[in-house]
């Protein structure tokens, strides 16, 4: 595959390059620029762009769910297709590794297209519902009234930095929103732009190749975000980033004339909480775990365990020993940019300038490159209005607490922020005693693991990647996992229709075969 690269935005099937300033992708490891500029999308651009998806909408809407899988699964061909030189690309803007890294992640890309190509074929995300006439029913008769569920609209996404492939372009939300049945204005992240049009392009083939129409995806370079959200075309946001540019896209959305959810993946310390017979059954092997979940992708996921939890024992001494010592054999990693580097930097001087916090290890030193970092903190700091172990640092560093009574971890449980995980370190004596503990945890985070780490998250249909605020800024939904197309569908109710007017999931026949919530009993069968 040749890396033909334009720096042109992606405009309703086009390509349109009229602005004047230039963005250069970057080495991530040696800081060399990009032959190829970017040209920032103009204010004209942008909106030329919405517009093209708010046109394209009623067209791509009312293509029928098979055509729809059949164009997500084109795009994963085409993902598929992206060779070794796509792979040596996307390691050298993000230093991140070819193999396994990369290469698993663009299969991971092109496997979650494929399983909402799924979700269409299977139907159940229509939700349909038949309640039929009761024209007899006394004192007033009951209309024939039924449900199903259709794509919100134009769905700005935002890419996000420290997943180039998943979690941008062709990521979780740009599959979720076009399964839908919902085009996508996307912006591409600023950190990985050769990447980011290589994987357009490898979309915009999948649309003609399946007789999409044109405008079904659009994607601008630039800081054009709030452009973006303001747009009265667009319905819904996809975000992946920091709980500031998340907060902020979410005030802009609720202060429209129109305000439109926003579906923000913000911030989470991802607490695991080590219990006593798990310490002492296997407290060495944890501390080895712990330390790679930490350093893993040089600490730069969602999930990364930001804050270890444990009551005061001899087992929990002798396992911060342990991963202290499993910390300093770590090594120090180039992060994704200079900029993530300089905020990981920033926080590990936060907490090391914060009075009752100390570093007990780092993976030795390193100016160009992040230090791993264990530090241990005073219980008084999880209860100070403040909460400055809650707020996260992005990268290779945990925070271990010594708690000095199991109330303690109560009493923190049910006054922590939201997140998307929360870990069990634990065997079937400590779940026993703490089912009041489990029950906090299942109020503040999406996703309970147990003997497990949090990094790492399977695409399925179960999955769970959300979480209440500042996690995300809606706990009904999730960015990674089959249900993750809710967030882009609305319920649309016809009374009285007759039957060859209703659209196909809802007709009495039951074309598709769907499973139908029919006068109250689940079934397949036909009505009437």
């Excluded at 796509?86 to 496997?111: K, M, N, Q, Y």
């Excluded at 890419?159 to 941008?168: E, I, R």
């Excluded at 693991?449 to 998250?457: C, I, M, S």
């Amino acid at each position: 595959m040749s890396l033909n690269i334009l720096g042109h935005n992606y405009i309703g099937g086009q390509r349109s390059g009229k602005g004047e300033v230039k963005l250069h992708s970057v080495d991530a490891t040696t800081g060399a620029l990009f032959e190829t500029p970017f040209l920032t999308a103009t204010e004209a651009e942008v909106a030329a762009a919405v517009r093209a998806a708010e046109k394209v909408y009623p067209a791509y809407r009312a293509t029928t769910s098979q055509q729809r899988a059949a164009f997500l699964d084109a795009i994963a061909d085409e993902i598929d297709a992206l060779g070794d030189d796509f792979i040596a690309a996307v390691a050298r803007e993000t230093a991140l590794p070819a193999t396994p890294r990369l290469t698993g992640e663009r299969a991971r890309t092109s496997g979650q297209m494929r399983l909402f190509a799924k979700v269409l074929r299977r139907g159940d995300f229509y939700g349909a519902r038949i309640d039929t006439a009761l024209p007899d029913r006394k004192p007033l008769p009951r209309p024939d009234i039924r449900q199903y569920k259709i794509g919100v609209g134009p769905v700005a996404v935002f890419g996000a930095s420290n997943f180039p492939l998943a979690f941008s372009v062709a990521g979780g939300d740009t599959a979720a929103a076009l399964a839908a049945g919902c085009p996508v204005v996307f912006k591409a992240h600023s950190g990985h732009l050769v990447t980011s049009e290589l994987v357009a392009d490898a979309i915009e083939r999948a649309v003609k190749k399946t007789g999409m129409p044109a405008g079904t995806f659009n994607m601008v370079y630039g800081s054009v975000g709030g452009q973006l959200v303001k747009s009265p075309e667009i319905q819904a946001v996809g975000f992946t980033g920091s709980l500031r540019g998340g907060r902020a896209l979410c005030d802009m959305a609720a202060a429209r004339p129109q305000p439109i959810p926003v579906f923000a993946e913000m911030s989470s310390i991802n607490p695991i909480i080590l219990m006593p017979e798990a310490l002492k059954a296997r407290g060495e092997t944890i501390a080895k775990e712990l330390a790679a979940s930490v350093v893993v992708g040089c600490g730069q996921l969602c999930t990364n365990p930001g804050l270890l939890m444990g009551v005061r024992s001899p087992e929990l001494s002798a396992f911060i020993d342990s991963l202290s010592g499993a910390i300093s054999g770590q090594s120090p990693a180039t992060m994704l940019n200079s900029e993530a580097l300089s905020h990981y930097n920033g926080g590990v001087a936060r907490l090391t300038q914060l009075p009752g916090v100390k570093v007990i290890a780092t993976g030795g030193s390193s100016y160009t490159q992040a230090v791993p970092h264990l530090f241990k903190a005073d219980p008084s700091l999880l209860f100070s209005k403040e909460a400055p172990l809650e707020e996260e640092v992005f990268g290779p560093c945990t925070v271990i607490v010594e708690l000095e009574s199991r109330e303690q971890l109560i009493d923190f449980a049910a006054s922590m922020n939201g997140q998307l995980t929360a870990t069990l370190q634990a065997e079937i004596g400590d779940l026993q005693g703490n089912q009041d503990l489990i029950a906090l945890l299942e109020q503040k985070a999406g996703r309970l693991l147990l003997n497990g780490y949090p990094t790492g998250v399977e695409v399925c249909d179960a999955m769970v990647h959300g979480g209440p605020y500042p996690a995300t800024s809606d706990a009904r939904g999730t960015s990674v996992g089959t249900l993750a197309i809710e967030r882009f569908l609305r319920p649309v109710c016809y009374q009285n229709y007759p039957d060859a007017m209703l659209p196909v999931p809802l007709q009495n026949a039951n074309p598709l075969g769907l499973m139908r919530l029919v006068d109250g009993e689940m079934t397949r069968a036909t009505v009437g």
